[in-house]
């Protein structure tokens, strides 16, 4: 199964601002992230990116796709057709979706999430879709945890007259 994670980020790698805040990301790169999601066909995201999604009432906009919410509270489990909120360990989930019959899984955050999934050698290939903004406060694209990986530069393009794509496969 290929694993891909797609994040906007600032040039100081974050992912989001003060509060969760991302509303520095571009409508370029909103379209390039939809257009993944409908080509595998599901997100995987943590259970902070969901709220923040259903808050700002995006999580209608991915309707057609399987959403999966990883979360640490087995409370909040519930598996539905469109959305499945699990606290299984990243290589579980990954069996789930296999299971279901996808050959590709997209993680779409947060860094807690995206630090889970490249700790254990999960992710294949990564896209940031990297904004020309600096900012002082907020959420790193991977949380701070005991890894290290090269990556190798497959793509590089214009998403729009400010924002660039880089495209990497992680070397294992």
Do not use: C
Not at 2 to 29: F, R
Not at 61 to 82: D, H, S
Not at 113 to 132: R, Y
């Amino acid at each position: 199964m290929k694993v891909i994670l797609q994040n906007a980020i600032t040039l100081n790698g974050l992912i989001a601002g003060e509060n969760h805040n991302t509303n520095w990301v571009s409508d370029a790169d909103w379209q390039s992230f939809v257009d993944l999601a409908n080509k595998v066909g599901n997100i995987i995201i943590g259970r902070t990116t969901y709220e923040v999604m259903k808050k700002a009432g995006e999580v209608n906009n991915y309707a057609n796709l399987l959403i999966v919410v990883l979360t640490k509270n087995k409370n909040l489990e519930r598996e539905g057709e469109k959305i499945a909120i699990t606290s299984k360990k990243p290589k579980d989930v990954l069996k789930m979706m296999e299971e279901k019959g996808y050959k590709e899984v997209l993680i779409a955050g947060g860094g807690k999430l995206n630090a889970s999934f490249i700790k254990e050698g999960l992710i294949d290939e990564i896209f940031f879709d990297v904004h020309p903004i600096i900012l002082g406060k907020g959420t790193q694209v991977f949380a701070a945890d005991e890894f290290q990986y090269k990556l190798k530069l497959l793509e590089s393009k214009k998403l729009s007259e400010n924002v660039v794509q880089l495209h990497y496969k992680v070397i294992k």
